[in-house]
């Protein structure tokens, strides 16, 4: 396997605006547990190993009960997620796979009934910030936990 540049140092710029960006999304009107939620489920969806290993400690660090962690894969046959939370994960699935023919109205209406205008829109551009770090670090094989000490994230006590 080759080495891969490190995008972020080589256009510092614009990992700075996309940190911004992120930092942003962090703080819409979408409730912190259920951006961990969908962070993790796209990056699942990704296969961006850098991504999951990061939100699956920051959910612990921020309280996530450990099984829902586990269950977040398998969300639809789980109890452990409520409708809202079950509506978000849809809408994750469904913008980080984009169907052929666009998103299906059942879909979309399932989301706006747990969603106001503002929450979708936020909640939308959340996906999209995620999507984006997924396919950055994907690309660019970044190492899961390679930030953990720079973020934080050995404070997750997982091993």
Same mark, same amino acid.
């Given at each position: 396997? !080759?080495? *891969?540049?490190?995008?972020?140092?080589?256009? $510092?710029?614009? #990992? &700075?605006?996309?940190? =911004? #960006?992120?930092? %942003?999304?962090?703080?819409?009107?979408? =409730?912190?547990?259920?951006?961990? %939620?969908? +962070? /993790?489920?796209? !990056?699942?969806?990704?296969?961006?190993?850098?991504?999951?290993?990061?939100?699956?400690? =920051?959910?612990?660090?921020?309280?996530?009960?450990?099984?829902?962690?586990?269950?977040?894969?398998?969300?639809?046959?789980?109890?452990?997620? !409520? +409708? *809202?939370?079950?509506?978000? %994960?849809?809408?994750?699935?469904?913008?980080? *796979?984009? $169907? =052929?023919?666009?998103?299906?109205?059942? /879909?979309?209406? @399932?989301? *706006?009934?747990? #969603? @106001?205008? &503002?929450?979708? !829109? +936020?909640? @939308? #551009?959340?996906?999209?910030? /995620?999507?984006?770090?997924?396919?950055?670090?994907?690309?660019?094989?970044? $190492?899961?936990?390679?930030? +953990? &000490?720079?973020?934080?994230?050995?404070?997750?006590?997982?091993?």
């Amino acid at each position: 396997m !080759s080495q *891969r540049i490190n995008a972020f140092a080589k256009s $510092p710029e614009l #990992f &700075k605006k996309y940190i =911004e #960006f992120s930092t %942003l999304v962090k703080s819409s009107a979408i =409730e912190a547990p259920l951006l961990h %939620l969908i +962070d /993790i489920r796209a !990056s699942q969806m990704n296969g961006c190993g850098f991504c999951l290993d990061m939100h699956v400690k =920051e959910a612990k660090i921020h309280g996530e009960r450990e099984l829902r962690l586990h269950h977040v894969a398998i969300w639809r046959e789980s109890q452990l997620f !409520s +409708d *809202r939370e079950r509506a978000a %994960l849809a809408w994750t699935e469904v913008l980080t *796979r984009l $169907p =052929e023919h666009g998103v299906p109205d059942e /879909i979309y209406e @399932s989301v *706006r009934a747990h #969603f @106001s205008e &503002k929450e979708l !829109s +936020d909640l @939308s #551009f959340a996906i999209m910030a /995620i999507n984006g770090w997924n396919r950055l670090n994907v690309g660019f094989r970044t $190492p899961p936990g390679s930030a +953990d &000490k720079a973020y934080g994230l050995d404070k997750a006590n997982l091993e």
